[in-house]
């Protein structure tokens, strides 16, 4: 999870070693919560559904990716595909995705 402003980003899906997809949701105005209980619908969106892939690529984190435009998540992964690594260099390719905010007219 991950603050963007005021709300909270979160990284959701199956976990563990279970199989399914997995979500990036925006809980709007998280950090102006001063109780605890069920957060009303209208406030959790899905900002992107992240793409599946049986036994690799599980979102494992994200984080706020500025360089790519305004909105736009750096996605790393567990267990990344073979076609991810490079075993000579030691490294692993992530994802940047730039959702579609609602109501934002921007990408």
């Known amino acids: 999870m991950r603050f963007a ?3 909270l980003l979160l990284l959701v899906g199956p976990t563990m ?4 997809p997995a ?3 925006r809980w709007r105005d998280a950090a102006q919560d001063d109780g605890s209980g069920v957060i009303a619908p ?3 969106e899905t900002v992107a559904e992240l793409p599946y892939r049986l036994h690799v690529d599980h979102p494992e984190g994200l ?3 500025p360089e790519a435009g305004a ?5 790393i992964y567990d267990a990344p595909a073979p076609e991810r690594t490079d075993p000579d260099t030691f490294t692993v ?3 940047v995705i730039c959702p579609r905010r609602a109501g934002s007219g921007q990408s």
Request: hydrophobic share 50%; no cysteine; charged share 35%.
């Open 5 to 7: 402003g005021d709300d």
């Open 17 to 20: 070693s279970l199989e399914g």
């Open 23 to 25: 979500f990036v949701l």
């Open 42 to 44: 209208e406030r959790v």
């Open 63 to 65: 984080e706020l990716w």
């Open 71 to 75: 909105g736009a998540l750096l996605i």
């Open 93 to 95: 390719r992530a994802d």
